[in-house]
C-alpha cells in the first residue's frame, strides 16, 4: 500500500467530501494540492501512524471548509387556485301572521241587544 508513490483511495462519499490519501514522507502538499487542482489555499489535516520503519501519513483536504455551497435552485412554488366562496343564501323572515282580537265583547253586546 505504501512503495513508491501513495496510492490513492477513492474520495470519500459525496457527504464527507475530503480527500484521502496515504503518502510516505517525501511527497507530501504538492501532490495532493496538484490532484485538486488550484493555490494551496485548502488546509491540510495530517494523520500519521507507524508501521515498522514505514510512516505513513494521511492528508485530509478539508475542503469542506473553503468551497461555497452548490446553489439551489428555488423551486417555483405552484400557485393555488382560489376556491370560490358560496354565497349563503338569505333566509326569508317568517311573517308573523296577527293574530286577530276576539271581539267577544262586540258580539256579545249584539247579541243582546237583538
Known sequence: MCEGRGKKTKAGGAASRTMRKT???GEARGEEEALLGG???R???VREHRDHQRRHVTL???IRENREP?????KKKKKKKKKK???KKKKKKKKK?????KRVALFQLLLLTV
Open 23 to 25: 503518502v510516505l514522507d
Open 39 to 41: 493555490g494551496g489555499q
Open 43 to 45: 488546509p491540510l489535516v
Open 60 to 62: 485530509d483536504l478539508q
Open 70 to 74: 452548490p446553489r439551489k435552485k428555488k
Open 85 to 87: 366562496k358560496k354565497k
Open 97 to 101: 301572521k296577527k293574530k286577530k282580537k
